[in-house]
């Protein structure tokens, strides 16, 4: 099997980007180093459980749907200690609104996963220190432990979800876009 130089690909896609929107390479740079320098920064319990929760309601979802929905997401799952503690009452009020997205599984991983927040906080002291208890910037095997054990604890973040989140909190990894791992899977 041959080696892809995966680096020049990307360089390459990133050049033909660049060219396609007739940015200049600062203009470029600008607009799009941040999204290639991402940084682990501790982040509040409840920065940590937004980015989850989002991650259950885009998962499988057309992104632009979801992002509409977002201030009811946000109305009804602000606060992670508050959203453990629902019961089905609220849940069916959640599901009757007329601006929530109807997903009942999604409604209820978000619940359960702020149980499993909360129990973790409670353990640990906060999320990050969680997170920095399997040293994820020392190997990357530890990164990848880590992924394996947020997708036990938590609903809906597996598989490509898992390094959606990964990278949010500033990682080092990417998260597979569908196309590009399809191609990448047609040249091996």
């Known amino acids: 099997m041959k080696a892809f130089d995966y680096k020049t690909i ?34 509040s319990d409840q920065e940590y459980f937004d980015l989850l929760k989002m ?3 885009y998962s499988g979802f057309n992104a632009a749907t979801v992002t509409k929905k977002e201030a009811t997401i946000n ?9 453990a503690i629902y019961g089905d009452a609220m849940i069916a009020k959640i599901l009757s609104d007329q601006e929530m997205i109807k997903n009942r599984k999604k409604v209820n991983a978000v619940i359960k996963n702020a149980r499993k927040f909360l129990e973790i ?6 999320f990050h220190k969680y997170l920095e208890s399997f040293s994820p910037t020392a190997s990357f095997e530890n990164l990848m432990i880590l ?3 947020l997708g036990c604890q938590f609903d809906f973040l597996s598989g490509v979800t898992g390094f959606h989140f990964l990278m949010d909190i500033g990682l080092n990894v990417i998260k597979p876009d569908r196309v590009i791992t399809r191609i990448f899977k047609r040249l091996d």
Do not use: M, P, W
């Not at 940015?23 to 941040?34: Q, S």
């Not at 906080?121 to 906060?126: A, L, T």
């Open 75 to 83: 109305k009804y799952f602000g606060d992670f200690s508050k959203v």
């Open 121 to 126: 906080v409670k353990k640990h002291g906060s």
């Open 147 to 149: 992924k394996e054990e």
């Open 55 to 57: 991650i259950v309601f």
């Open 10 to 43: 990307f360089t390459n896609v990133e050049e033909s980007l660049r060219l396609h929107f007739g940015l200049t390479i600062n203009e470029f740079k600008e607009k799009y180093a941040t999204l290639k320098a991402l940084k682990f920064q501790q982040k």
